[in-house]
């Protein structure tokens, strides 16, 4: 069936406006505020199985991969599970040894990626249980998974993936919260957990208020040749995320790196030419990546931040700041990709790029 773009000039512009509606989707009859839970109802798991999760691996591939190491710290931090992410290209040919009671989460937007499905097939096939976190509902990988969760973001027609990116955060979180309720976390951390994750489409909502915004920080910074993006905890999935949207639609190279990790070399790059862009919001790490800001601003870099509003200091050091709401940290990496997906669309226009069908990509790869 032909989706419109219902007054969009592209359908990445249109999904990445649609992310308050897709996230409300994603949580949409999950939230068991009684319980201070979270349900699903396609896991296909006994109680049994449950409770004995001793690991999960998180696999996938691309903008899917990244959603994995966000769900990583989600899972690590509420359920105390011990989470492996791994690309699935990788995983299939590896044969590492998994341990009894892993679950093995194949995480895809289309549900047809070639590795990801061969290495959902070759863990299942080694007796683990497998899942498929997927959005295209009766996809190859949702049929050969044991059970999973649907993403329902709607489809994604922009080879760039954003909405399914930060659905793929919001189920993880969801998840996260499901497996912790099982084991040690009590009533009063599930109810707040869930009170974030509520809080999302709203704080994306206002997060997309920075479009006009962005669009003159892209005249600025559109002839770059090179970008850095740089991020800390939840956020330094982020900075992988926001390096390879730029990549991707506008073919300008761009590295993402954990912003303490500059000092091992990144930082070598930076010039007056080379721009960076710091995902900076409110929480623990906000000092320390402040540090590393004023490093690369010493050395003459301009700098790009993604900061909350009322942030005080921010302006005294990044040459350029782009508000969003200050949002819990569990919600932090779907509320900050935003402006970076904003970025990348308008660098690529401005550069004459086709933004929905970049050159050598495909939306889907179901081939090695
Ligand atoms: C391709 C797409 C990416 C996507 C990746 C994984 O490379 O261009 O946008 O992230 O495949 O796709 P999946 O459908 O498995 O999430």
Do not use: C, F
């Given at each position: 069936e032909e989706v419109s773009?219902?007054?969009?000039?592209?359908y990445m512009l249109k999904e990445i406006y649609e992310q308050p509606e897709s996230l409300k989707n994603a949580m949409r009859g999950r939230l068991d505020e009684e319980n201070a839970t979270a349900v699903f109802g396609?896991?296909?798991?006994t109680p049994q199985q449950l409770r004995s999760v001793e690991r999960i691996i998180l696999t996938g591939c691309g903008t899917s991969w990244h959603s994995a190491l966000v769900g990583e710290y989600l899972i690590e931090e509420l359920a105390r599970i011990p989470v492996c992410v791994e690309y699935a290209s990788e995983l299939r040919y590896r044969n590492p040894p998994i341990e009894n009671n892993t679950l093995v989460f194949g995480i895809t937007q289309?549900?047809?990626?070639a590795d990801t499905l061969a290495a959902l097939r070759e863990t299942k096939r080694k007796g683990h249980r497998t899942l498929a976190l997927c959005?295209?509902?009766?996809s190859s990988i949702a049929q050969a998974a044991d059970g999973g969760v649907y993403l329902?973001?709607?489809?994604?027609?922009?080879?760039?993936?954003?909405k399914a990116y930060t659905s793929q955060c919001c189920v993880l979180a969801m998840l996260a919260l499901y497996f912790g309720r099982i084991r040690h976390l009590s009533f009063e951390a599930g109810r707040n957990i869930i009170r974030d994750l509520q809080q999302a489409p709203g704080a994306v909502q206002e997060a997309l208020n920075c479009n006009e915004h962005v669009k003159t920080v892209a005249e600025k910074y559109k002839d770059a040749t090179n970008i850095l993006y740089l991020g800390r905890q939840y956020n330094f999935p982020t900075a992988l995320e926001g390096a390879l949207k730029l990549k991707e639609i506008s073919y300008v190279h761009a590295e993402g790196y954990p912003a303490a990790e500059?000092?091992?070399?990144?930082?070598?790059?930076?010039?007056?030419?080379t721009p960076s862009v710091f995902i900076i919001p409110?929480?623990?790490?906000y000092d320390k990546v402040m540090a590393n800001m004023e490093e690369v601003k010493a050395r003459g870099g301009p700098i790009i931040a993604v900061a909350s509003k009322?942030?005080?200091?921010?302006e005294a050091v990044a040459d350029d700041v782009i508000h969003i709401p200050d949002v819990p940290a569990i919600i932090q990496p779907i509320v900050s990709v935003v402006p970076l997906q904003l970025l990348s669309y308008h660098i690529a226009l401005l550069r004459g790029c086709d933004v929905d069908k970049p050159r050598n990509l495909a939306k889907s790869v179901t081939v090695e």
């Open positions: 773009l219902q007054g969009y000039d592209h396609g896991l296909n798991l289309s549900g047809e990626t959005n295209v509902v009766g329902h973001a709607g489809p994604e027609i922009g080879v760039a993936s954003t500059m000092k091992h070399g990144p930082i070598a790059l930076v010039d007056e030419k409110q929480g623990t790490t009322n942030d005080p200091h921010i």
